[in-house]
């Protein structure tokens, strides 16, 4: 089977830091890859690179076949099929939940507003929160407002969904609504790379699963491989800090 996403050899140095040395990894359709690894490893890195929010030293990254890392590619045409949430929330303060949640829908996707409103709606409501539509993000909690960013990120239909260390600012008791949400999108097939430091999610909910090491891969497999009999000596002091 050929990879929808496909990213070889990539090397990324900030200054003379070389912080991705050589990470190659292939994502199918309908597959969830969990990224884990050490603060500092490169996950976010990797991320941003694959979806063109840096751009990489070497290394190719294959987009159904097309090679999305050529330069004369336009970064925002290939974003438009991807859909990303980050760490902190990534809601527009000044905005409505629902404006928020339709804007790269309306602004680059053309979606009329209204089927833009409706098929946001139909989102929120699903998880609980069509009632904070109008509200402004500050009136939602932190879980709230990483699932109004999750809803906004898939309103679009994404092609690949990156979600990095998205319940790591979270309160504990808030991290579980939001892991919930990305397990029934699994579930719905989506195609998902994720960064996370929940263990027993990636356990659970992901088909492989990435460890990362000073910007290598080194080790890669199903999660009850990696996470349950690591071969690798860094794997396991890796995974020890969370037993
Ligand atoms: P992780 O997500 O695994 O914690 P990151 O990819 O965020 O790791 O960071 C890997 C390394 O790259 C870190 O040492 C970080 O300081 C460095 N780094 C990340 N982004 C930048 C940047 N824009 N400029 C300089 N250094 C960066
Ligand atoms: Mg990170």
Redesign the pocket.
């Known amino acids: 089977m050929t990879a929808l996403l496909q990213a070889d050899g990539i090397w990324k140095s ?2 003379d ?1 070389s ?1 991705l040395r050589g990470v190659s990894l292939d994502l199918s359709v309908h597959e969830v890859v969990a990224v884990i ?10 991320l941003r690179c694959l979806n063109l929010l840096e751009t990489i030293d070497d290394g190719v990254i294959l987009l159904g076949g097309e090679d999305i890392s050529d330069p004369r590619v336009d970064g925002n045409r290939v974003r438009a099929r991807f859909g990303a949430v980050f760490q902190h929330y990534n809601l527009f303060p000044h905005l409505s939940v629902i404006d928020n949640v339709t804007l790269a829908a309306r602004k680059v996707h053309r979606m009329p507003r209204r089927d833009a409103d409706a098929k946001a709606m139909a989102l929120l409501e699903r998880i609980g929160l069509a009632d904070k539509a109008r509200e402004h993000p500050d009136r939602l909690s932190g879980g709230q407002q990483q699932r109004a960013a999750i809803v906004r990120a898939v309103v679009t239909d994404p092609e690949v969904l990156f979600l990095d260390e998205i319940t790591s600012a979270l309160d504990p008791e808030l991290v579980g609504e939001v892991l919930e949400l990305v397990q029934s999108l699994a579930e719905e097939g989506a195609t998902i790379l994720m ?1 996370t430091h929940e263990m027993a999610f990636a356990r659970d909910v992901a088909h492989r699963v990435l460890f ?1 090491d000073e910007g290598r891969v080194v080790e890669e497999g199903p999660p009850s491989e990696v996470l349950v009999a690591p071969r690798e000596e860094r794997t396991r002091r890796f995974l020890s800090r969370f037993t």
């Open positions: 900030f200054g830091r912080v690894g050490a603060s500092g490893s490169g996950k976010s890195t990797l960064a990362l």
